[in-house]
């Protein structure tokens, strides 16, 4: 049957139009996907199944679910399914499908017509109902404005997050009774950055992480709806005892080189780490990082400082110059780096090159000097997310200041320019391979927050103004001259 409700989802992301699955932010999951996601839940003898899914669409996460449950994958006498689904076309077709089950076994299904997170919140502040014992999620992606109607309803019951995908996740692990397991398909997004600080905290203070599945192509996942995004399907147990994580790989949804490995917990969310970063390690094996004792000092320790560049053009824009010109400074953009070297100006780019420096600026300006900035976005078609390069004043003959566009971030200290060899340093580290495969274990995105540059180590001051002064000497460096004196680094 799951293969019948494949080709509907396939008819129906090729008739459905793009503004229309923005609008819901929802995705239908692939027979492949959803019986995969199925496979992980616990094996139960549970006399009577509550399976919570939520964004339901065609049915066809449920529909894996109870085919695991008819062919004896569980052991539950009977099975009651809540689905909720906002689109109502897609609810006649999910009516249509759970109806068919009805026929094979002792099921019934409460189909919920509208909003999933207005339903959820009544449930929990008012219902006597007894909890979900199971839920099963491929839940939409859509940001929740500050003070939009959904983000009110949620604070009520105590989630504070920014988008509906960690929404959904956690009012369905809020109507969990004890032991009950939760399957859900989410963008990695969630694993680190500031905005979703809340949500982490929620989720790891109320359930325990069983399995993380990581896809490794970020096109594949949702390839026939064009998602460009990585996604990673977790599986909690709510107030479940943490213990060893398994964690599972494949490129893409048909897992043909599907791998798993156990890790202990202290490997997915490092001790004392205070924004309760998820990693996702890649290998059974401990990254450099992780493994060396010389790389272990924060940013505040070796007397640095990360910022997002400050100045937002359109805000400005009345001050932004194309190009240089007299009681202006350089206007800094990702397009002006190119390795660890700076290009400016560029005349022939749309990017401008100046800001007027005047008392409306002066407060977004950073001194001359030396600095390290890292790119916010890389394209998807890069293969480093960390990409480090130098501010030398030299290359900008009468600069008194430098405007940093808001798509860098700038290594400072205390909005002043670094030693040279501090900036070199800083920017050879960054642009290890293996600072780069660090990050990715907890960066599902193409985008750096100074937030997360803030939450890595560091080799020490001294040994950063080591690593600069051998960058200076030597020139044009290649990735293996880099990784080599990171070696000597890291010993």
Known sequence: MLGDIDKTRLRISAETEAKKKSQFGQFLTPATTARFMASLFAES?????????????????????????????????????????IDAGLREILLRTMALYETKAPFACDIVPGDFIEDAVNRLQFSTAGKFTHAIINPPYKKINTQSHHRLLLRQVGIETVNLYSAFVALALALLCPGGQLVAIVPRSFCNGPYYRPFRAFILERAAIRHLHLFASRDMAFKDDDVLQ???????????????????????????????????????????DPDRFVHVPASTGQSVIELSAAIRYTLNEIGVMVSTGPVVDFRLREHIRQSPEAESVPL????????????WPKEDLKKANAIHRNADTEKWLYPAGFYTVVRRFSSKEERR???????????????????????????????????????HGLAVFLNTTAVDDHFRRFSGHTQVNAADLRAMKYPSREA???????AMKNGELSQAMIDEQLADVSA
Request: aromatic content about 10%; glycine content about 10%.
């Open 45 to 85: 003898t549970l006399p009577v199944c509550r399976l919570l899914d939520p964004g339901a669409g065609i049915g066809s996460l449920a529909s894996a679910f109870l085919e695991r449950w008819v062919a004896g994958g569980f052991g539950f006498k009977s099975v009651g399914l809540t689905a909720c689904e």
């Open 332 to 343: 800094l953009y990702p397009v002006h780096f190119s390795g660890r070297a700076v290009a």
């Open 385 to 423: 997310r960390i990409m480090a390069s130098v501010v030398d004043p030299k290359a900008f003959p009468g600069a008194t200041a430098f405007g940093f566009e808001n798509h860098l971030n700038v290594f400072h200290e205390r909005r002043n320019g670094l030693p040279a060899a501090l900036a």
């Open 464 to 470: 950063l103004l080591k690593l600069g002064k051998w």
């Open 230 to 272: 990585e996604n990673v399907i977790i599986m909690l147990e709510r107030d479940g005892e943490q213990e060893n994580v398994m964690v599972s790989t494949s490129t893409d949804d048909r897992f043909d080189d599907y791998s798993i490995h156990q890790h202990a917990f202290d490997r997915i969310v490092f001790p004392n």
